[in-house]
């Protein structure tokens, strides 16, 4: 079974930072995406930022543009999310997800799904996001 293992969260003031690290197993092709969700109580999982491991381009949910980076490191198998700015909305556990595509595999339509939960197959177990006011 696939584990992604996630860490970084914690609690903060607003207007803090916080950095999530995420790790997954090896990779077998270079083309993957991955991503990072968050749910907050009561709500519905959405989508924060979502990218393909071999480059190109990264997407971000309209309310973390210009406070949230997405990087990743391929040689470590591992991916972060550097959170500024954090606001108190920001408040929910944070997930990373992933889906190893098979080789040869481009995943055109990537930019019009990356925010869908059921785009991914593989999932973290979350990490507590809290930011206070």
């Known amino acids: 079974e696939v584990r992604l293992v996630e860490s970084g969260g914690g609690s903060v003031q607003a207007g803090g930072s916080l950095t999530l690290s995420c790790t997954a197993p090896?990779?077998?092709?270079?083309?993957?995406?991955m991503g990072w969700f968050r749910q907050a109580a009561g709500r519905e999982r959405e989508g924060v930022a979502g990218f393909f491991t071999d480059g190109g381009e990264t997407y971000y949910a309209e309310f973390v543009k210009g406070r949230f980076t997405i990087s990743k490191d391929n040689a470590k198998n591992t991916w972060y999310l550097q959170m500024n700015g954090l606001k108190p909305e920001d408040t929910a556990m944070y997930y990373c997800?992933?889906?190893?595509?098979?080789?040869?595999?481009?995943?055109?339509?990537?930019?019009?799904?990356?925010?869908?939960?059921?785009?991914?197959?593989?999932w973290g177990q979350g990490t507590q996001v809290t930011v206070s006011s």
């Open positions: 997800a992933a889906r190893f595509l098979p080789p040869g595999s481009d995943m055109a339509d990537y930019g019009t799904i990356w925010f869908n939960p059921g785009t991914y197959k593989y």
């Open positions: 090896a990779y077998t092709s270079s083309r993957n995406v």
